[in-house]
């Protein structure tokens, strides 16, 4: 079965500052893995996704992740950050053989941006 | 183009009542999907839509919940009787499946409080 853990529930970061957020995954073969965002009060968005070919994935609002198949890593990164990036970031994982599209999703990192 | 609509965006009810939340996708999106998410539990898939057809109901908690997607344009997840732990955000996302996965679009929510 397939599954997600984010280690850190919450992360703090000044304003300007740069930022990773931990993903690791679990699965038995290469996966599809995302990032999406949450607002508050807001739906998913998503902000990049990983299925093949380049381990480092640009995505929008500046952000950017590396597959690192021998970690069964997808750590999200972000060179300086604004205070409207403060959200909650979730990190999901996706069978690849695509008979199923059934997200299994992290618990999610709240991040707190200050000045 | 507009996102996927969610109805109502918050509801109050008491326990034994009947709650039906409302979706409707992204004109043109054959996949359908709700999740729930709760503090405790994270964000969880009860349920996708393939073409109208159910695909996997496996996160679907107990019989008191039911979904249906009698057309491309709508669906409804409904609950009968509600109980206070079903209280949660309720999301409908949306996709266009073709030959590989595609980016699941998602609502603003269903906010349910069951006293």
């Known amino acids: 079965a397939q599954s997600v853990t984010q280690p850190d529930i919450h992360i703090t970061v000044s304003e300007g500052a740069s930022l990773e957020l931990r993903c690791n995954y679990s699965?038995?073969?290469?996966?599809?893995l995302f990032w999406y965002v949450q607002s508050p009060g807001q739906g998913l968005q998503l902000l990049l996704k990983?299925?093949?070919?380049?381990?480092l994935v640009q995505g929008i609002k500046g952000f950017e992740a590396e597959f690192k198949r021998s970690q069964s890593s997808f750590n999200l990164r972000k060179p300086s950050v604004h205070w409207s990036d403060a959200a909650e970031y979730f990190c999901?994982?996706?069978?690849?053989?695509?008979?199923?599209?059934?997200?299994?999703f992290g618990t999610g990192t709240r991040l707190t941006i200050i000045p | 183009d507009a996102g996927v609509i969610q109805s109502p965006r918050h509801e109050v009810t008491e326990m034994g009542q009947e709650v039906t939340l409302r979706c409707k996708p992204i004109?043109?999106?054959?996949?359908l999907f709700w999740y729930r998410q709760t503090m405790m539990r994270g964000l969880e898939l009860l349920i996708y839509?393939?073409?109208?057809?159910?695909?996997?109901d496996s996160g679907m908690p107990e019989d008191r919940f039911s979904a249906k997607m009698p057309n491309a344009s709508f669906s409804t997840l409904k609950i009968q009787p509600s109980e206070p732990r079903d209280s949660a955000v309720y999301f409908c996302?949306?996709?266009?499946?073709?030959?590989?996965?595609?980016?699941?679009?998602f609502g603003p929510g269903t906010r349910l409080l069951v006293l």
């Open positions: 999901a994982v996706g069978p690849s053989n695509f008979g199923n599209e059934k997200l299994t």
């Open positions: 699965y038995g073969a290469t996966p599809y």
């Open positions: 996302a949306s996709s266009r499946r073709r030959e590989g996965w595609e980016t699941q679009y």
């Open positions: 839509f393939n073409n109208n057809v159910p695909i996997d």
């Open positions: 004109s043109g999106h054959n996949s």
């Open positions: 990983y299925f093949s070919g380049d381990t």
